[in-house]
Each structure stands twice: as structure tokens, then as C-alpha cells.
């Protein structure tokens, strides 16, 4: 055999590692999960695993340490893991599901190593365009769906030095408890207090010439979660024409109450599924921002979705994760 043969033939793994959910009176889920190369000698093998593997309450070892513990006797009388032949690489399909699941360690922790922020005389120096704290804080109510957390809300008005607040969405509260923490006045209103944030009738209930210089918004991502069965709730609108033409009357509505050089921060996600297909709702809040007479303030805040409930979901479809959502500052000229 040639070398370029030998090389070729080395390429192609003698076994396939799979993954194998059963399902009671159906055929299971079969999942690739890795590959193993026999040794030249036949002694051993190299083996890559390219899964993350967790344990579950319902388990006391490793699905890989059980694979090597039942068969150290080997495959058709080859030993497949003699002490010392093999090595293995371990990789996760994505850094950040390592910090989750519980997973069992597979040599050293992986992380994501974030880029160094350069130095400036911001006063909040931990505030750049990745926002990755998985501690959320003690504001609002964490089991209200689609809670995100207060520090970023603290953060922004820090940096901004914001002294009047509005949320017109505000949900469990969030905003408000941040705010009552910093000593900052806040109106808050919500469409389960009858307040429907695209109606212009609403706003102009808001008493005569009040203004903000800080508008928090965390609008629903169209219908990927129901919040209310109220009609009027964006998370209850049919098609993507009419959430994004009620969409715009909400962020015209707050821009008519932001002061001059005001700031409206709001935070979106991307949406998508089978019917519609895959939705860029940060594009269209620029889009629509831009419309209504403002201007991005800064640069886009990537946040990382820590404690999103997806994550602890498992989908048969094959997709890319998204484990962020956008912040977006607009201001009013």
C-alpha cells in the first residue's frame, strides 16, 4: 500500500459513536456523537468524543465512563481501551452550554475568552458590547416569562446618568425595582393594567408635558412567548405585518415622551419557526426606530441569555441556537 493510501485509509474512523434515546414502542433516536481510530499496532484507540456529556439526577456516571467501564474487554477480542493507549479530545459544540446542565468534567473547564475593553473614562467600565453576567440580580420576579434581569437596566442608567424613568412595559417590575434601588423616579404601566403601549390614546392619558430622558422597553418577540390573552398584547398579534405595524406605533409612541437627547433603550430578539421562518426583529427595531426621527446611540449590547428556559429544553429539529438577545439605544436629536 502507498503512503498516500495508508494516510487516506487512517482518515476513516473503524467505529461510530452514537448517542441512542429509546422510545417505548418506537425505533429510538440515533445521534452521531463521535468516532474512534484503531491503533496501527491494533493495541487501543484513538477516541474524539464531539458532544457535551451531563448527568441528570437520574444517573451516577458519566455516559462515556459507563461506554469504558463495560467494555475494557474490547471489540471482537481487541482490547479498546488498554491503560495508556488511547488519547482522547473532548470538544463542546459551544463553550457557553459548559456552564450549564451540570455537565460531568471531561479534563479542564472550557470558556469563551472575551476580548479585553479598552480603557475610557466610562462609569460603568464592565459595560461593553458583550454583556455575559449570569447573575440577574434581585429585581422583579424571575418566574415571570420572559424576565431578563435587572443589572443591564442599572448599568445603562448609570452610564447614561439618567434621572427620569418610564417603562411602559414593565412587566414583573423589574424596571421599577432598579430604579426604587437607585433612588431614580420611574412611571411604570403595563397591558395588564389596561395600557396598551401602541396606542397613542394611552400615552396621551400620561399627564400633559411629562417627559423622560431614559425609556426602558422589552417588547414581546412577536409570539415566541404569550404573556397575556389579552387581544391588544404583541405577543397575541397573528401575522408579522401587523406586530410590526403595531410594533412601530409603540416606539413612535415613546419617542413623543423622550426629552430632547433622551434615550430609548430597547431590548429584542430574533425570531423563528416552521411557518415564517427566521425573522430578524433587531433589524426591524432599527428600521423602525430610525422612522420615528431617532438615532442609535451606541453601539448594539450582545446579552447573553443566561437562564433562558429554552435552554433546558431538547428540540428533535437540527438548528443554530441563538443565546442572545440585542440591546439598542436610540435617541431622540
Known amino acids: 500500500m502507498t503512503d498516500s493510501k495508508k494516510q487516506t485509509a487512517s482518515k476513516t474512523p473503524s467505529h461510530i459513536a452514537y448517542h441512542v434515546r429509546n422510545r417505548e414502542g418506537s425505533e429510538g433516536f440515533w445521534t452521531r456523537i463521535g468516532s474512534a481510530w484503531l491503533h496501527a499496532d491494533g493495541n487501543g484507540f484513538n477516541i474524539q468524543i464531539e458532544t457535551v456529556l451531563w448527568m441528570d439526577a437520574s444517573h451516577s456516571a458519566s455516559p462515556l465512563k459507563k461506554l469504558i467501564n463495560q467494555n475494557r474487554g474490547g471489540f471482537n477480542g481487541s482490547p479498546l481501551i488498554p491503560k495508556g493507549a488511547f488519547t482522547m479530545a473532548a470538544s463542546t459544540i459551544n463553550p457557553f452550554y459548559a456552564t450549564n446542565r451540570n455537565p460531568v468534567p471531561v479534563g479542564r473547564p472550557v470558556y469563551a475568552r472575551l476580548p479585553f475593553a479598552p480603557k475610557n473614562a466610562s462609569p460603568v467600565p464592565h459595560l461593553t458590547s458583550l454583556y455575559h453576567f449570569h447573575q440577574a440580580g434581585e429585581y422583579g420576579d424571575r418566574n415571570y416569562p420572559g424576565n431578563c434581569g435587572g443589572r443591564l437596566i442599572r448599568d445603562l442608567l448609570r452610564f447614561f446618568h439618567s434621572q427620569s424613568v418610564f ?101 429584542m430578539g430574533d425570531y423563528c419557526d416552521r411557518e415564517t421562518g427566521f425573522v430578524s426583529l433587531t433589524y426591524h427595531t432599527k428600521q423602525l426606530a430610525i422612522a420615528a426621527g431617532l438615532r442609535q446611540s451606541c453601539t448594539d449590547i450582545i446579552r447573553f441569555s443566561h437562564g433562558a428556559s429554552s435552554s433546558r429544553k431538547i428540540y428533535r429539529s437540527s438548528f443554530i441556537p441563538g443565546l442572545h438577545d440585542v440591546c439598542m439605544v436610540f435617541e431622540k436629536a
Open 167 to 267: 417603562d411602559p412595559m414593565t412587566g414583573s417590575g423589574t424596571c421599577a425595582d432598579v430604579c426604587r434601588e437607585m433612588g431614580i423616579p420611574c412611571l411604570s404601566r403595563d397591558i395588564r393594567q389596561g395600557f396598551d403601549a401602541t396606542d397613542a390614546d394611552c400615552f396621551r392619558s400620561l399627564p400633559a408635558g411629562l417627559e423622560f430622558d431614559f425609556i426602558w422597553a422589552h417588547p414581546p418577540y412577536w409570539r415566541q412567548k404569550i404573556y397575556t390573552p389579552d387581544s391588544r398584547d404583541l405577543s397575541q398579534t397573528p401575522t408579522l405585518a401587523t406586530f410590526l405595524e403595531r410594533y412601530a406605533a409603540f416606539i413612535g409612541n415613546c419617542a413623543g415622551v423622550l426629552s430632547t437627547g433622551g434615550k430609548l433603550a430597547i431590548l
